[in-house]
Each structure stands twice: as structure tokens, then as C-alpha cells.
T-cell receptor, first 111, second 115 residues
Framework: GNSVTQMEGPVTLSEEAFLTINCTYTATGYPSLFWYVQYPGEGLQLLLKATKADDKGSNKGFEATYRKETTSFHLEKGSVQVSDSAVYFCALRHTGNQFYFGTGTSLTVIP | ETGVTQSPTHLIKTRGQQVTLRCSSQSGHNTVSWYQQALGQGPQFIFQYYREEENGRGNFPPRFSGLQFPNYSSELNVNALELDDSALYLC??????????????FGNGTRLTVT
């Protein structure tokens, strides 16, 4: 079946540190891959997406590359800010419109 | 562009009661999906509605039901509430097109507490 496995948190970083949140997936065929971010008390917001192998999604300094050979979609940012503190969810969509989400990784950035 | 709006924002119910949650989809979106997010977990797919019909369902019992209206707004109904139904219920809309990979656009959710 389809599933997403995320790096467990919580993750605590100092401002301007480098961020990596690991995400691997299980799916047949060629799913689309997404990163969503959830701020306290809010719903999920799309951060970036990639729809085919070797695509790189990017937004607000975050990047993730769709790696079919390793079934991964790791999220990276070169220099995090306090405002990046949130929970990050990796997700895939295979057929239809059903999304499969990971359990989320909580990030706290300290000044 | 109007985003996805959900009501109410918070709700407290007693075990065995019934609840209705409401969602207005984003302008231009014709598909609505509902997700349940338990504390500390990722969202779990409940079902999706397209053209006023259920179009896919996750692993949830029949006491979870829904409706989609001609204006694409939607309701989620849960009967015979159980304590484990306590969660954040998220509505998400999208535009369904052939070969499309459009993302979900989420509302801020309804926090349901069952006591």
C-alpha cells in the first residue's frame, strides 16, 4: 500500500542553522509528493511539491528533490529562521485525490 | 480568492451524540475532502466528494458520512460519537482536472472534543 515515513522529532535548531527533515515513501508507480507546514492552531499549508522523478520543489528557501531511486523527498533549508517553527508533513498522492501523510516533524528554531 | 472556511472552530460533544461539521471550499474548487487529525499525528483520509457524490473513502466506519452541495460546500456528519473521535477535522478543497496534480487547500479545521 501507500505510506510515508518521516524523521521523528522534535527538532530544535539555532537560527541560521541548516535544516534537513527526512521523508521516504512507499507507493507503486509514480506518486506526486508534497510538503505541508502547520502552524499552531491552523490547518495545513502547502509548502512545495514535485510531480515526477528528479523534480525539485522549492518555496521560501525550502527545497526538496523527488528521488525515485531512493524513494525519498527530503526537505532542506540552508538557514532557518524563528518564523520557520512549525510542524512539517510529508505527503504523497497516488491515484485519485487521496493524500497519505506522514506523522509530522515538529521544528523549533531558537534565536 | 476566498480560502477554505470551516465551522465551528471548536465543539464539545458527549459520547453517543451526533455532530455536523461544515466547510466552504475555495473559490473555483469542485472537490472536497475530509481528514481526521488526531493529536500528534498526520491527517487521515476520511472521504472525498466530487459532483455531490462520494468519490473515495478511507478506513472509517459508516457512522462517518458526508454531503456535498451544488455550490461545492460540504458537511461531515458523525453519529454515535466515541471518545476516540476527539480530533481536529480538516476540510480540504481542490480542483479536479484530467491528469491534474493540484494540491489540497486546507481550512483551519474544527477541533472536536468528545467527553
Amino acid at each position: 500500500g501507500n505510506s510515508v515515513t518521516q524523521m521523528e522529532g522534535p527538532v530544535t535548531l539555532s537560527e541560521e542553522a541548516f535544516l534537513t527533515i527526512n521523508c521516504t515513501y512507499t507507493a507503486t508507480g509514480y506518486p506526486s509528493l508534497f510538503w505541508y507546514v502547520q502552524y499552531p492552531g491552523e490547518g495545513l499549508q502547502l509548502l512545495l511539491k514535485a510531480t515526477k522523478a528528479d523534480d525539485k520543489g522549492s518555496n521560501k528557501g525550502f527545497e526538496a528533490t523527488y528521488r525515485k531511486e531512493t524513494t525519498s523527498f527530503h526537505l532542506e533549508k540552508g538557514s532557518v529562521q524563528v518564523s520557520d517553527s512549525a510542524v512539517y508533513f510529508c505527503a504523497l498522492r497516488h491515484t485519485g485525490n487521496q493524500f497519505y501523510f506522514g506523522t509530522g516533524t515538529s521544528l523549533t528554531v531558537i534565536p | 480568492e476566498t480560502g477554505v472556511t470551516q465551522s465551528p472552530t471548536h465543539l464539545i460533544k458527549t459520547r453517543g451524540q451526533q455532530v455536523t461539521l461544515r466547510c466552504s471550499s475555495q473559490s473555483g474548487h469542485n472537490t472536497v475532502s475530509w481528514y481526521q487529525q488526531a493529536l500528534g499525528q498526520g491527517p487521515q483520509f476520511i472521504f472525498q466528494y466530487y459532483r455531490e457524490e462520494e468519490n473515495g473513502r478511507g478506513n472509517f466506519p459508516p457512522r462517518f458520512s458526508g454531503l456535498q452541495f451544488p455550490n461545492y460546500s460540504s458537511e461531515l456528519n458523525v453519529n454515535a460519537l466515541e471518545l476516540d473521535d476527539s480530533a481536529l477535522y480538516l476540510c480540504a478543497s481542490s480542483e479536479r482536472r484530467r491528469g491534474d496534480n493540484s494540491p489540497l487547500h486546507f481550512g483551519n479545521g474544527t477541533r472536536l472534543t468528545v467527553t
